[in-house]
């Protein structure tokens, strides 16, 4: 009966060894059979449920933006050949920004690329998209890199200079995105009339439009849309009401219109990254081999 028993707890025991074992086999190779299986579009595509044209389409994006980028930080060069300004031409360009989001509500993520590290006239700040399976990249927006995106579309960019008399309001233009053009399109820009720029000039003071600054806060705005840059900053009667070819409105104005066009959605959190090696080669393009020049003197 002992012998019996005991022959019951040996078998017991070699079961619960092999299954032990047979569960830790398998748990040390899942990760790499896993692993194998993520690096192929189809497979990750059959454990997500995602179509695998979708994963395909995006790995190539990622690719064709690494690509993009390693230009501009090794060459300082866009993907259309155009120089951008650089601060060194013997080394890597570092300083600047950019982000991977959809900005533009296509689904799909653009590339958006802030140029900062050069003088003012020389910062760009870039929106690119990707065109599949053209495997194309297409520059959609290049204005100054002071950008607001919004969640139906619209981005505001603001001016690189305010030298006019806006003063504590800095302005800006407003760009929307159009399907049909497969661009931004530019709806209008804000200037303004602060009090306090002008204060010193008898006559700028007594031609400030009072009547439409309804919360006497000294400032107006100016909504401009057209070709309004082509219009004369004064009338040849000096009528500084028309002073930007536009009739003057107050903040309330303002913030409707800002409304109008934004449809009154909240404005984008971009997850903008330093432009260097590490977060460039995490898009998966590989480092192309570049010799730099020698530095003169």
């Not at 454990?47 to 690719?63: K, N, W």
């Not at 003088?119 to 399976?133: H, I, K, N, S, W």
């Not at 700028?204 to 919360?215: I, M, S």
Request: charged share 25%; aromatic share 12%.
């Amino acid at each position: 009966m002992k012998h019996f028993i005991w022959m019951l707890c040996g078998i017991f025991i070699s079961g619960l060894l092999l299954g032990t074992l047979s569960a830790c086999g398998t748990g040390a190779f899942d990760p790499v059979v896993i692993a194998t299986a993520k690096s192929s579009p189809a497979a990750e595509a059959e454990e997500t449920e995602v179509p695998v044209e979708v994963l395909e389409e995006d790995t190539a994006r990622r690719l064709a933006y690494g690509r993009a980028l390693w230009d501009m930080y090794q060459l300082g060069l866009r993907p259309d050949g155009e120089e951008l300004e650089r601060s060194s031409d013997h080394g890597p360009a570092e300083g600047n920004r950019f982000a991977l989001a959809d900005v533009n509500g296509d689904g799909a993520k653009e590339l958006i690329v802030y140029w900062e590290q050069a003088c003012m006239a020389g910062m760009e700040g870039l929106v690119y998209t990707y065109d599949y399976p053209e495997d194309e990249l297409r520059l959609i927006l290049l204005e100054f890199p002071s950008m607001t995106f919004y969640e139906n579309g619209t981005v505001t960019a603001d001016w690189s200079h305010n030298q006019g008399w806006a003063g504590r309001f800095w302005p800006f233009t407003l760009y929307q995105y159009s399907e049909a053009g497969g661009a931004y399109e530019e709806v209008g820009s804000v200037d303004a009339w602060d009090l306090e720029c002008t204060e010193g000039d008898e006559v700028l003071t007594a031609a400030f439009p009072r009547e439409t600054d309804a919360d006497g806060d000294g400032l107006v705005y100016y909504l401009l849309t057209g070709e309004w840059y082509m219009n004369p900053h004064a009338s040849e009667e000096d009528n500084f009401a028309t002073l930007w070819g536009a009739g003057p409105v107050d903040g309330a104005a303002l913030e409707e219109w800002l409304r109008s066009c934004t449809g009154g959605t909240e404005a984008l959190e971009i997850p903008f990254q330093d432009l260097n090696e590490e977060n460039i080669a995490a898009l998966g393009y590989p480092r192309p081999e570049v010799e730099y020049p020698e530095p003169l003197g």
